[in-house]
């Protein structure tokens, strides 16, 4: 038995540092465990509450644990993988160009809606720990209330409240005044992804992306006749500034379409003097940033990032917002920040589409003002954080080592490669015939370049189904590596 | 007082004709009152049944009364307005083009939204008699009853018990078998032509119209980069095939999109035989027919035309319908039956919009599945007659004697042409300006053709601040004309 010995030739602290490692490594402590308060280690193992201190703050450091604000300090995923590449091998490579794996893209999504799949492949993030209680009471409530008017149109631009209630939680996040009259409300923040594409660019043109992308993205890019052109990416910090402006150099880009705050599948979110480097960079240029900002809420510290839009001094950056991703994918309720696009956007949101569904839209409103939506965020977050500590573990636990995978900061998804051998679609297929279905990296950029890479969902309620798929999927990939 | 004279020198069923007319005449039966039951009647005058039936036929020739059947006999309404005329004048004239009038029509859509205004320029036909109790009862049901889930997304195509259903609705309607898998569920009938559009046209492609045509349908045509092309429209029969081939001659026409079932504003539904040769008149030519059949089920009589789908041999017919118009527009759930598209349709609706909302795709589901969908369109459309004889009685009563109407025969609107000298803007600028809003008849052409016509929404409850708000209309149109 290990305890603290004052007559060792070592400090107490570390001492202590060893004590906590010992049992990390023996799954005592597992990921997303909180240590001990400090008083009550201190009390334990009789040692003075500053070198608990000091050793837990040497933990940190080593990446060990990690602290939370006003909460304590928690075991961090120890993956035994390295974490992922970033996408500089790109060269000169890429081009501007349709996109590939079509077929694919349709067998993921046919995958999905299979009855009983494990459903690794959607990111989905509310739905690990769904606000069903709440958001059915509010529309309940709201129904009683407005009756008849419940069911007629919203106007285009949407419901005036929920637009003011959005702009409120602009003021109230990240300090930003929004003019309600420049917010639409879309069917969702795919809706707003085509408006602003729409509006800002015409089919030929060159839409930039990360690389990796959202396949949805990309999709919606060749769905437009429009042609993607990937800018190398780092899983650190988000698109590279200086590979941005080259590819600005080489091609005549229309527009760049990136998740600033938690890109998807890498999962990493740009530091805010990057976010603003990257106004300035296409301002100067005078390219349309149209942002998606999908998941600005879903960081696991609850930080939010300011959106690009309000470092804009042109009107020329858009900026897509959603409450698929924290509330209800279902209700298919996002909005567009319209920037100098109002006018053209609302002609366009009225022609595809009317309006949005008027009863969601009172529901948010309602949830959004009774402040229930922001406590619910608040219980969402750590169950994000501690699936994606339990699935980071489990992935270094049964897949190969040479394994690497994205350290995501937020969100509900991880991003992996695999060793090189690997076809991303060959796992698909034999995950799908085993009732697992994936996100096969294939999908991810308009060529084939992540064709050992896939993305898992960690958007669920936590299962021993969700244990067992990935254990799973670990020793396929295991098989197809020949190990 | 008259009373039937057996000594008269007139047959008694005139007699009982005259009577009638005179009660007519005087406003003591008025538009949709029904006359006394054949068996009343004789009682009550003293002479057979088969007199008053006489009496009740001769009426129902001259146009005065109309049978509906299980019902009795209902007075018509008496519009002293000749009908609006076929759009025959437009010769040579037509040009594929994009759409004049941008800002009017976001002026009438502004105007919609404003408070307390008279809605008169909006087609809504279940608001005038919402279904908001069985609706709501319905969705409250189904969120207890599948809790979390309905919060997640439906499939890309929609929620498939709701395909089953309006598969069962075409079965059990027209007789027709769909397969579930060739509905897609749309963010209303609108995304539905957007869908069917990009599916088979792109930017500079020739679509063809009715003229006038729905606003809506112009000025997606127009977002999409694609050009209009109006084809002469008879406010009988609906589009006039002969007008139709020669325009198929002189232009290359990629796709028509037609409102064969009571076209927005006209009102009118071709009859089956015609239909069917539209089809076969575009399929000998290889062009794509958009059908908009969102009123398909709004026929005053209750009667269901086949859509145009159902004639097709090809795959090149599609086919959109919504509940919007029948049930709750505030859903935003409409469908498209995909013909031969079914697969670049559903890439086109993932990478759009996602999916569909599935609470309102459960709640719709449950309520055609319970009947209840069917009993409420059984009293929407009786409520819908009586607007719609109301409206055009007002009209003869206050609005100058040239001015022309159409005859709807089901729906929530009326077309009115009015004297050459009114500017439909005008009159649109100043109505707005008291609290009355209407459609001005310049944003259903893509030219000014329709300078002097407007529409008027009989879809509301009836009001007397209805009445008076086309009293007032109809005085300000004689100021207009200087009478």
């Not at 160009?97 to 893209?105: Q, S």
């Not at 009863?359 to 309602?366: G, Y």
Request: charged share 25%; proline share 6%.
């Amino acid at each position: 038995m290990q305890t603290i010995d004052r007559a060792k030739d070592l400090h107490l602290y570390r001492q202590v540092t060893d004590l906590i490692n010992t049992n990390i490594e023996s799954g005592t402590l597992r990921p997303g465990d909180r240590l001990p308060s400090l008083r009550r280690m201190s009390e334990q193992i009789g040692v003075s509450v500053p070198t608990v201190r000091q050793a837990y703050i040497e933990l940190e450091r080593q990446r060990r644990v990690e602290s939370r604000p006003q909460s304590g300090f928690y075991v961090r995923a120890q993956s035994a993988n390295r974490m992922v590449r970033p996408s500089t091998r790109l060269g000169a490579g890429p081009k501007p160009m349709p996109v590939a794996c079509r077929t694919l893209m349709e067998r993921v999504y046919d995958g999905l809606y299979q009855p009983g799949i494990v459903p690794l492949g959607i990111a989905n993030p509310c739905m690990a720990h769904p606000a069903a209680r709440g958001l059915h009471r509010t529309m309940k409530r709201v129904m009683s209330r407005v009756e008849e008017r419940a069911l007629g149109y919203a106007p285009t631009l949407g419901e005036r409240r929920l637009r003011q209630q959005i702009a409120y939680r602009y003021l109230d996040t990240v300090g930003a005044t929004v003019d309600p009259d420049d917010i639409c409300i879309t069917n969702g923040g795919q809706e707003a992804l085509l408006l602003s594409l729409q509006a800002v660019a015409k089919p030929g043109d060159i839409i930039a992306v990360e690389s990796p992308a959202y396949h949805g993205l990309l999709e919606l890019i060749d769905s437009l006749g429009m042609l993607a052109l990937e800018v190398e990416t780092c899983p650190e910090e988000g698109v590279l500034l200086d590979s941005l402006a080259k590819t600005l150099d080489l091609h005549p880009v229309q527009a760049c379409l990136f998740s600033t705050t938690l890109s998807n599948p890498l999962g990493v979110s740009m530091p805010d003097d990057k976010r603003e480097a990257l106004v300035r960079l296409l301002e100067d240029r005078e390219v349309v940033l149209i942002e998606d900002d999908v998941y600005g809420e879903l960081l696991f510290d609850g930080r939010r990032p300011r959106p690009a839009e309000f470092y804009a001094q042109s009107g020329r950056v858009l900026s897509c917002g959603s409450f698929s991703k924290t509330a209800a994918p279902g209700y298919r309720i996002g909005w567009l920040l319209t920037g100098g696009f109002r006018s053209p956007i609302e002609r366009l949101k009225r022609s595809y589409s009317c309006s949005s569904g008027l009863l969601q839209q009172l529901t948010l409103s309602e949830f959004l003002a009774s402040g229930d939506y922001d406590r619910y965020l608040k219980t969402l977050r750590p169950v994000l954080r501690q699936n994606a500590e339990r699935m980071s573990a489990l992935v270094a636990e049964h897949f190969p080592a040479d394994t690497r995978t994205s350290r995501p900061v937020g969100g509900s998804v991880l991003w992996l490669e695999l060793p090189r051998s690997v076809d991303s679609e060959t796992l698909f297929d034999s995950a799908i015939r085993n009732g697992i279905s994936i996100a096969p990296g294939l999908i991810f950029a308009p060529d084939r370049r992540y064709r050992n890479f896939i993305r898992l969902s960690f958007g669920h309620p936590w299962s021993e189904r969700i244990e067992a798929a990935i254990a799973w999927l670990g020793a396929e990939v295991g098989r197809l590596t020949g190990h």
